[in-house]
């Protein structure tokens, strides 16, 4: 939620947030990892003040630190407004394996934090990213059953790559360098095939449809003489390991995902 304080300090009073999720020495361990913003800062007007942070942020912690105080300070009030989406745990899980359950228990609380107006990273940029939303959609379905942020989600989505799957074929797909023809696109569209699987939602198949034969088609018109087609790579892992293998393992996601739009062709009746 967003962290807020409601306060009463002379003009120019300095007040410092710190939050997170874990602590080190005694205090919140807010420098850990760069990048992962976990603190703000508030400078006092003469009499009464209330600061709260624009976006929502995950904690257990919080830490204040006042500075350049005339005067004493009195803080009324130090608190968190909540921000969830009303997920209902729905699904279950138990086993003789305490790891396992724990892991159960770990993804709840993940896709709790990760669902606000869309699924979103709950660091960073705070953004919906078509790579997550595939385990953000695993998440979902099999903790609450709740398709509604799947299928708004999955409508941005469609935003977010709209030079692929709605401009085309004015887009030029080379002038942003953000791989709009690469792995993240072509995943949503397995990600469609596995919300009708569950779903059978054939209104949000025919509503997305378009925007997923856009794309295909213009990943057809990418192939050389030898039938390979030219893609903006594809996301194997952050670790060093041996990714020689880019141009298969992108390949065989594009196959995937023929099939996948060739069985929602015939669901909607198409050729």
């Known amino acids: ?24 020495i005694g205090r919140p361990n807010i420098l850990k990892r760069a990048g992962v913003f976990t603190a703000a800062q508030h400078i006092a007007k003469e009499g009464h003040n209330y600061f709260e942070t624009f976006k929502p942020y995950g904690h257990r912690y919080i830490q204040i630190v006042i500075q ?20 209902e745990k729905t699904g279950w899980f138990e086993c003789s394996d305490p790891m396992m359950n724990s892991i159960w228990e770990l993804g709840w609380r993940t896709i709790r934090i990760c669902a606000e107006d869309v699924f979103i990273d709950p660091f960073r940029e705070r953004g919906l990213y078509a790579g997550d939303l595939m385990a953000q959609t695993t998440l979902s379905y099999v903790t ?9 989600s999955m409508r941005e989505i469609q935003g977010l790559y709209r030079e692929v799957m709605q401009d ?13 023809l690469g792995d993240y696109p072509l995943i949503t569209l397995m990600n469609l095939r596995w919300y009708f699987d569950i779903s059978h939602d054939t209104a949000f ?5 378009p ?11 990418k192939q ?19 990714k020689r293998a880019e141009m298969a393992t992108v390949h065989a996601l594009i196959s995937r995902c023929y099939s996948d739009l060739a069985f929602l062709s015939t669901v909607l009746g198409k050729e």
Do not use: C
Request: no cysteine; proline share 4%; aromatic share 12%.
């Open 224 to 242: 050389d003489e030898n039938g390979i087609i030219w893609h903006n790579g594809g996301f194997i892992e952050w670790i060093q390991i041996d």
């Open 168 to 180: 085309y074929p004015d887009v030029d797909v080379d002038r942003h360098g953000i791989g709009l």
């Open 144 to 152: 609450s059953g709740d398709v509604t942020l799947i299928r708004k």
């Open 205 to 209: 198949i025919a509503e997305s449809y």
């Open 211 to 221: 925007a997923y034969q856009s794309m295909m088609d213009s990943l057809w018109l």
């Open 68 to 87: 350049n105080a005339t005067s004493p300070v009195k803080i009324n009030e130090i608190g968190r407004r909540e921000q969830l989406y009303p997920l």
């Open 1 to 24: 939620g967003q962290l807020f304080i409601d306060y009463e300090a002379p003009e120019g009073t300095v007040v410092n947030f710190g939050w997170e999720e874990d602590a080190s």
